[in-house]
């Protein structure tokens, strides 16, 4: 599952983002999603990364992670989250900020 396993809340506030979401911008998001490829982008970017990624994502694999960081043009970490799910903001938000505030020098 995209949002991760056995968390009711969280399945509960993705499902209710969705349902408001107006079908012509869910098309639109879908489109840009589904249909981009940017890899060839990513030697470009010039600045810092920091790449967060969920260590048990269904949708994408920690792999991803890893290979955007050695595409990257600048420097770039990985920081791999113990959680599970696609968003580590509904699943795991406290372990996420703290990355967050590490990546931004504000702790």
């Known amino acids: 599952?995209?949002?991760?396993?056995?968390?009711?809340?969280?399945i509960a506030k993705f499902e209710n983002t969705l349902g408001r979401m107006k079908?012509?911008?869910a098309l639109s998001a879908a489109r840009s999603v589904?249909?981009?490829?940017?890899?060839?982008?990513?030697?470009?970017?010039?600045?810092?990364?920091?790449?967060?990624?969920s260590k048990k994502d269904s949708i994408v694999p920690e792999s991803v992670a890893f290979?955007?960081?050695?595409?990257l043009g600048g420097d770039a970490n990985v920081t791999i989250?113990?959680?599970q799910g696609h968003f580590p903001h509904l699943t795991a938000p406290n372990l996420?900020?703290?990355?967050?505030?590490?990546?931004l020098d504000i702790e």
Not at 40 to 48: E, H, R, Y
Not at 67 to 71: A, G, L, V
Not at 96 to 103: I, P, R, T
Request: net charge positive; hydrophobic share 45%.
């Open 1 to 10: 599952m995209a949002v991760g396993v056995n968390n009711t809340e969280a």
């Open 23 to 25: 079908p012509e911008i």
């Open 34 to 53: 589904f249909l981009s490829d940017l890899r060839a982008k990513l030697p470009q970017v010039k600045v810092p990364c920091t790449i967060i990624q």
């Open 67 to 71: 290979y955007m960081k050695s595409k």
């Open 81 to 83: 989250l113990n959680t």
């Open 96 to 103: 996420l900020l703290k990355v967050l505030k590490k990546a």
